[in-house]
């Protein structure tokens, strides 16, 4: 009998996404439809973004873009491509089992708008201006400084060892992709087949995002059982939470499996939308993952919104949803402060709900070191530890391949590996 083993923390999203959805902050700058608001610090590396800024030229526009190209590197293709490879390396390194993927969506497009803080209501609705602002040159320059880059960068991170990258098709997308507002995409998309995904579902339409989720959930379809995808929410997006809340994402043939936050992007755990998910996921037997990590995307631990993701946020979050399943993802993430980590690892202790994973743990000595200190010691962690690669941000050190990554767990955790992979997500993800 063949044996299930779950990477329960990965991403196969690629840059056309990220390309896609800042494009769609453009449009939405333009006019004057996006909630602005420059970030204090943190989004470009020697933060200096002082928050004085009325909108952002070419230039914060390449540097997000390059930081989701440099982030995204081992994963360019396509979304198909990406499963296929995180299938084949997982049997690689376990024969004859039968991978389970949970890819996470993320929700990048409110990443320079207004936060959405603890206590806080949804963020009002903007009515489009009069006064446009004209994005489409300093698109046409973010997008030639991207490409720039893309032709110099000759030598991807994601691309040593065993990930073979093809940066090929990446400047032909970014021709495509010129035209901000182009009148034929608009058709073709409003026009598109009522049968696509994402178009059955009432919430404020951007292009990244529902691209990627149509192209999630179209291989969900024609790859029964080996997908477990969760849905990105950030309570900003107008429509999102009732669109959760109405159910429809998790039934039928194509659906999600669980929420996915990264309340580090600017949307509070206890702003009051929030609760509603909450609600409804614990009712309906639906976990949560989130990014606990002190850093993360945008990398620099000095961003503006990095301690919304801090896990002491949660507490009372799962003390009133005792029957909600919260993965507090990669356990405070490999930042030398330990308090994070030391703070998650007392709610998996005091809470049942509480579980964690050590998703891109890319350092073997970090990885027997957080063994040792954690698990050795904590014995409920062997109920609540989830394996997860991250893949492809794992990549972005630049010094592991998917094959070194297994190896170095498989070396740490020996006879403990198929309670990290099969055991605990089946009971973290409700499916048995
Ligand atoms: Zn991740």
Same mark, same amino acid.
């Given at each position: 009998?063949?044996?299930?083993?779950?990477d329960?923390?990965?991403?196969?999203?690629?840059?056309?996404?990220?390309? !896609? @959805?800042?494009k769609?902050?453009?449009? &939405?700058?333009? %006019?004057?439809k $996006? /909630?602005?608001?420059? #970030?204090?610090?943190?989004?470009?590396?020697?933060?200096?973004?002082?928050?004085?800024k009325?909108?952002p030229?070419?230039?914060?526009?390449?540097?997000?873009?390059?930081?989701?190209?440099?982030?995204?590197?081992?994963?360019?293709?396509s979304? !198909? @491509?990406?499963?296929?490879?995180?299938? &084949?390396?997982? %049997?690689?390194? $376990? /024969?004859?089992?039968? #991978?389970?993927?949970?890819?996470?969506?993320?929700?990048?497009?409110?990443?320079?708008?207004?936060?959405?803080?603890a206590?806080?209501?949804?963020?009002?609705?903007?009515?489009?201006?009069?006064?446009?602002?004209?994005?489409?040159?300093?698109?046409?320059?973010a997008?030639?400084?991207?490409?720039?880059?893309?032709?110099?960068?000759?030598?991807?991170?994601?691309?040593?060892?065993?990930?073979?990258?093809?940066?090929?098709?990446?400047?032909?997308?970014?021709?495509?992709?010129?035209?901000?507002?182009?009148?034929?995409?608009?058709?073709?998309l409003?026009?598109?087949?009522?049968?696509?995904?994402?178009?059955?579902?009432?919430f404020?339409?951007?292009?990244?995002?529902?691209?990627?989720?149509?192209?999630?959930?179209?291989?969900?379809?024609?790859?029964?059982?080996?997908?477990?995808?969760?849905?990105?929410?950030?309570?900003?997006?107008?429509?999102?939470?009732?669109?959760?809340?109405?159910?429809?994402f998790?039934?039928?043939?194509?659906r999600?499996?669980?929420?996915?936050?990264?309340?580090?992007?600017?949307?509070?755990?206890?702003?009051?939308?929030?609760?509603?998910?909450?609600?409804?996921?614990?009712?309906?037997?639906?976990?949560?993952?989130?990014?606990?990590?002190?850093?993360?995307?945008?990398?620099s631990?000095?961003?503006?919104?990095?301690?919304?993701?801090?896990?002491v946020?949660?507490?009372?979050?799962?003390?009133?949803?005792?029957?909600?399943r919260?993965?507090?993802?990669?356990?405070?993430?490999?930042?030398?402060?330990?308090?994070?980590?030391d703070?998650?690892?007392?709610?998996?202790?005091?809470?049942?709900?509480?579980?964690?994973?050590?998703?891109?743990?890319?350092?073997?000595?970090?990885?027997?070191?957080?063994?040792?200190?954690?698990?050795?010691?904590?014995?409920?962690?062997?109920?609540?530890?989830?394996?997860?690669?991250?893949f492809?941000?794992?990549?972005?050190?630049?010094?592991?391949?998917?094959?070194?990554?297994?190896?170095?767990?498989?070396?740490?955790?020996?006879?403990?590996?198929?309670?990290?992979?099969?055991?605990?997500?089946?009971?973290?993800?409700?499916?048995?």
């Open positions: 009998m063949s044996y299930y083993r779950y329960t923390h990965c991403h196969i999203f690629t840059l056309e996404y990220a390309v !896609k @959805e800042a769609s902050i453009c449009i &939405e700058l333009a %006019k004057g $996006y /909630p602005f608001q420059w #970030p204090s610090s943190g989004l470009s590396e020697d933060s200096r973004n002082a928050g004085t009325g909108r030229g070419w230039r914060e526009i390449y540097e997000l873009l390059v930081q989701l190209y440099e982030l995204l590197s081992a994963a360019l293709t979304e !198909k @491509e990406n499963l296929q490879f995180l299938d &084949e390396e997982m %049997k690689k390194a $376990y /024969p004859g089992d039968d #991978p389970r993927i949970v890819p996470l969506m993320m929700d990048i497009f409110y990443i320079i708008a207004r936060p959405l803080d206590g806080e209501d949804a963020l009002p609705a903007l009515r489009t201006v009069s006064d446009r602002i004209d994005m489409q040159p300093e698109w046409e320059k997008l030639d400084a991207l490409a720039n880059h893309i032709r110099e960068d000759r030598v991807l991170r994601g691309g040593a060892g065993n990930r073979a990258v093809d940066t090929s098709e990446l400047l032909p997308m970014l021709e495509r992709e010129r035209v901000l507002e182009d009148e034929a995409e608009e058709k073709r409003l026009g598109a087949e009522p049968s696509v995904y994402s178009r059955r579902f009432d404020h339409r951007t292009k990244g995002y529902c691209f990627h989720m149509d192209n999630l959930m179209s291989l969900v379809g024609s790859n029964p059982g080996s997908l477990y995808p969760f849905v990105a929410v950030d309570a900003r997006r107008d429509g999102i939470v009732d669109a959760v809340c109405s159910g429809g998790f039934t039928g043939k194509e999600f499996y669980g929420v996915k936050l990264y309340p580090r992007l600017g949307c509070h755990p206890l702003s009051k939308p929030m609760f509603r998910i909450y609600e409804y996921c614990q009712a309906n037997n639906l976990p949560i993952i989130f990014h606990c990590g002190m850093g993360g995307f945008p990398p631990e000095k961003w503006a919104y990095a301690d919304y993701g801090n896990p946020h949660f507490e009372s979050i799962l003390q009133k949803y005792p029957g909600l919260i993965d507090f993802a990669h356990m405070g993430s490999s930042s030398s402060s330990m308090a994070w980590k703070a998650v690892m007392a709610l998996v202790n005091n809470y049942d709900n509480a579980y964690t994973d050590f998703s891109c743990y890319t350092d073997p000595d970090e990885l027997a070191r957080m063994k040792t200190t954690y698990w050795d010691a904590n014995p409920k962690l062997h109920e609540r530890l989830l394996f997860g690669t991250d492809d941000v794992m990549y972005f050190t630049g010094r592991v391949t998917m094959q070194s990554y297994y190896d170095s767990f498989k070396k740490v955790f020996n006879g403990e590996m198929d309670r990290i992979m099969h055991d605990n997500p089946a009971r973290f993800l409700g499916i048995g």
